[in-house]
């Protein structure tokens, strides 16, 4: 729609927003209006129990792989030009993936990244979109991942020469906002992580070291309240199964994408049972 009206740029900002203000589209737009940038994307105060397949997944594995610290790369307040428009229509079959659920964002991102688009960040203050339950986030957290794991997977002749990360250019002021508070229940996070574990224990074996195996049935039979899943550790995993995707066809096993799902539940409800009075 926005090619066929010729239009010099286009930005999206998320339907169920509860703080966007009358200036959030000149600051996304104006960058790329200016002609310096190609990809616009947004910074936010948000509370560090917030977003939490981007500060625990998306963020730092994106930002590794792709060198760009792209602070909210699932943010869902973004502008680009006509140029990276087309790139995004290049192939209209990938809308049709999981790329067209919750994984738009990171898919946005990560084209634009290997696009070698200009791309800069802006400060829009305060992130307060709808709070996502936790029964919607198990289905984000998948849909994001498949969608990440399969351009990863595409894109590793480009990732492999990565040897740095810069950061993005920040374009205007930064407000330093104080985030609405965020409330979880650590509990809910854990008994769930223990769940999808038990059921997917076979899954562990056949991806991850023995001593991996050894360490997650050490700490998935700890209590709620010593319930401790390093970063570190997590790090492994995430890298473990990236590497199983890419040598294996798992695009359809369910298993494997829950037996993931708990590990981030882990990770999350370990992080948050540290930091709850924070």
Known sequence: FSLALNAGACAFIDADERKITPEWP???LEPVLSGKYDFVSARYARHHHSATITNHFAYPLMSALYGKLVRQPLGGEFAFSADLMGAYLDDPDVWVTDVGTYGTDNWLTST???????????????????FSYFDKRTIMFKQVTKALFSQIKQNISYWEEIDSTQPNEIVGPILNLNPEPVM???????SSAKENYTNNRNVYKEILSPEMNDYLENIFGLGDDKFNFSSEKWVDCVYGFIDSYISRNVDSNEAFWDAFLALWQARVGSFMRETRDA
């Not at 960040?121 to 992130?127: A, F, P, Q, T």
């Not at 979880?184 to 854990?190: A, F, G, K, M, N």
Request: hydrophobic residues 50%.
């Open 26 to 28: 000149h600051l996304l």
């Open 112 to 130: 634009a990244i290997i696009n070698a688009a200009a791309m800069c960040e802006v400060d829009l203050g305060l992130k307060a979109h709808n």
């Open 184 to 190: 979880h229940d650590y509990r809910t996070w854990i």
